[in-house]
């Protein structure tokens, strides 16, 4: 298979319906799962790159066991390593009160409202699956600035994807979403 993108939307619900889908035609196909995407965090800079070690779900029961992502055959020097909340909603003062962030802050290093669904579906089908995120902001900001923000760091994440995806493709086919 040749490296393909595969875009999901923004929100959990839009990210398992989009997922869904495409496994249903690709589910027999061998790949590793490389979910790239922006995430709101509490101490990392604008534009710092995440690797996504671990992913804690919100709005949802914990599951009986860890939401461990899988790691890349290829080395990523400029990211650090951090856990994700993925929540149901966008995560910012605007969202959650003051006291629920600051504890939010102490079990998670980023957020975004999609990852726990794409990982839960690609642990279902039996893909590995990598996540890597481009800080977008520190949970301060509403939705409008988050879009002028992603629009303003999308050249640097497809710079690091690129990159990455090139490196990758030389050993084994990946799905980008």
Same mark, same amino acid.
């Given at each position: ?8 939307? *923004? ?9 869904? @889908? ?11 799962? !490389? ?7 509490? =101490? ?6 995440? &690797? *996504? ?29 951090? @856990?994700?909340? /993925? /929540? ?8 959650? =009160? ?16 999609? =990852? ?6 690609? &642990?279902? !089908? ?7 995120? *481009?800080?977008?902001?520190? $949970?301060?900001?509403?939705? /409008?600035?988050?879009?002028? &923000?992603?629009?303003? $760091? =999308?050249?640097? $994440?497809?710079? !690091?994807? &690129? ?6 493709? @030389? ?7």
């Amino acid at each position: 298979m040749k490296e393909q993108v595969h875009l999901t939307g *923004i929100g959990r619900e839009s990210a398992t319906s989009s997922m869904l @889908k495409f496994m249903q035609q690709h589910h027999n196909e061998d790949f590793t799962i !490389f979910n790239m995407g922006t995430a709101g965090a509490h =101490s990392a800079p604008v534009g710092s790159l995440v &690797r *996504i070690t671990e992913i804690v779900s919100g709005g949802a029961a914990f599951l009986d066991h860890p939401m461990l992502t899988d790691t890349l055959p290829v080395p990523t020097p400029k990211a650090i390593d951090g @856990k994700l909340f /993925s /929540s149901d909603c966008f995560v910012s003062h605007h969202v959650y =009160s003051a006291d629920f962030l600051k504890d939010l802050t102490t079990k998670a290093d980023c957020f975004d409202m999609e =990852s726990s669904a794409l990982y839960s579906i690609a &642990r279902h !089908f039996n893909k590995p699956y990598v996540s890597f995120k *481009i800080v977008s902001d520190h $949970l301060d900001v509403d939705l /409008s600035v988050w879009q002028e &923000r992603v629009h303003k $760091l =999308s050249p640097n $994440l497809c710079d !690091f994807v &690129r990159h990455t995806l090139d490196e990758l493709n @030389k050993i084994e086919p990946v799905i980008l979403l």
